[in-house]
């Protein structure tokens, strides 16, 4: 049960309102205007929730809601009102307003705002552990407490690593904690993305040029490699390299030395790091890839697994986004940590991180619920009919997303979900462990014996 307060100049709507919240299980107050609407915000038990008319003698509901958010301690607040435009609609929304809704409104609207008005913030805020301070290697996953492993003990190296994954999984994360973790920390880390700077225009990028080298050389140039000097050099998608500056960077490697384009040879201190999406043994065999290269760069590879590979870290990782956010989310409701997991995420962690930036500019909560996720399910279904997914990731997102169903129905009884599901409630325990599903630890109600 939550504490309502309805603010509005119309008697009768008041009564109407307060009556449905009444019905629903919640306690209401009342204020006529919003001088007294603002008042009782200071009471006790204190007002978890703010259903606000928009028009209204004395102070207006759009100064009514921005003296409210001003407050440190404001609650979620809805507008409601009997003409809606888009300038009152627009300045509701950019104040803070949950949600800007048209009178009359029902039963079944109201239920459905409170519901996402009022998500069990403080038990989500509390399960809620990230540290916005980390360095972006979140998990503990078996894989990536793998990967956590193998940059400890490369850190002091001065091994040339090559890191290969996915797409957004994190390379250039993982090359940046190679380095700040190592003793080259204090020296620079230069990263240069391959694919993005066009060839004629690369060479010098990463090798430097001498004044007069060609045309419009006016002065000369450093490269990425010489700025790199005494600290790490990182060459992301190194896969799209020309096969002419494949052979330059070979010498480099293997000579520790640089020729910038019209110059003499210079020797240079530089660790370096390469990072690509690509399978290189296939650019290889199509002759796109040098294989002298490929073994100079692959001292020690590195492999990042795909985030469906690590389904129990999905949620500390968009918690870690949230934290690191600018807007009021910083926890997720158990719905909406289950839609999470149960999302296939081709885009991997960069996937991620973008959907909670989007929630964290939108959201208007504290803990995010599975409305402010709604946008993922257009992507979810269309994954669904990529001929490219394997038969056991089908299974998986079939099975994570029928638990997920079950377990919202039942209210997070798992029995009962076990019993929807026509499955033994221990397997029903064991598939949630596997595929990192989690609930809020309540006592499951009696419902019968769903095992026999």
């Not at 045309?215 to 190194?238: M, P, Q």
């Not at 020690?300 to 949230?322: G, M």
Request: proline letters at 5%.
């Amino acid at each position: 049960m939550a504490r309502i307060l309805i603010i509005d100049d119309d008697a009768a709507l008041r009564d109407s309102i307060g009556e449905t919240l009444r019905d629903l299980g919640h306690e209401v107050a009342e204020a006529a205007d919003g001088e007294i609407g603002l008042s009782r915000l200071t009471e006790t038990p204190p007002i978890q929730a703010v259903l606000l008319d928009l028009r209204m003698p004395g102070l207006d509901g759009l100064e009514v809601l921005r003296r409210m958010r001003a407050r440190p301690d404001s609650p979620p607040v809805a507008v409601l009102t009997a003409v809606a435009t888009s300038a009152n609609t627009i300045e509701a929304m950019r104040l803070g307003a949950v949600d800007h809704l048209t009178k009359p409104i029902g039963r079944a609207d109201i239920a459905n705002l409170l519901r996402r008005m009022l998500p069990d913030a403080v038990a989500a805020l509390a399960q809620s552990s990230a540290d916005p301070n980390e360095d972006g290697l979140v998990g503990s996953s078996p894989a990536m407490r793998d990967v956590q492993k193998a940059i400890g003990m490369l850190a002091d190296s001065d091994a040339t690593v090559l890191i290969t994954g996915e797409t957004g999984t994190g390379k250039e994360v993982v090359a940046q904690a190679i380095h700040r973790h190592g003793r080259r920390a204090r020296k620079p880390f230069v990263a240069i993305n391959c694919a993005a700077i066009p060839a004629a225009l690369l060479e010098s990028a990463l090798f430097g040029h001498v004044r007069g080298a060609f045309t419009g050389a006016v002065g000369e140039a450093r490269g990425s490699i010489r700025e790199a000097d005494g600290g790490t050099l990182l060459l992301d998608e190194i896969g799209d390299l020309d096969l002419v500056l494949q052979a330059k960077l070979l010498r480099v490697l293997q000579e520790r030395e640089v020729t910038p384009v019209g110059g003499k040879p210079v020797a240079v201190d530089v660790r370096v790091l390469a990072a690509t999406h690509r399978d290189l043994p296939s650019e290889i065999r199509a002759g796109r890839f040098r294989e002298d290269l490929y073994w100079r760069l692959g001292v020690v590879p590195l492999s990042l697994p795909p985030l469906r590979e690590r389904r129990e870290d999905i949620v500390k990782l968009a918690e870690y986004f949230l934290a690191r956010g600018v807007g009021r989310a910083r926890g997720l409701t158990d719905a909406a940590a289950n839609l999470l997991r149960s999302h296939p995420w081709p885009g991997n962690v960069r996937e991620l991180r973008n959907a909670m930036e989007r929630v964290a500019a939108l959201a208007r909560r504290p803990v995010v619920d599975v409305d402010d996720l709604s946008f993922l399910a257009g992507v979810t279904a269309a994954h669904a009919r990529d001929a490219s997914e394997t038969m056991p990731d089908a299974v998986a997102r079939l099975e994570i997303a029928m638990i997920t169903q079950a377990l919202t129905a039942s209210g997070g009884n798992r029995a009962e979900a076990a019993r929807r599901l026509g499955i033994q409630r221990q397997l029903l325990y064991d598939k949630m462990r596997r595929y990192g599903l989690e609930l809020s630890a309540e006592a499951t109600p009696a419902v019968g014996n769903p095992d026999t």
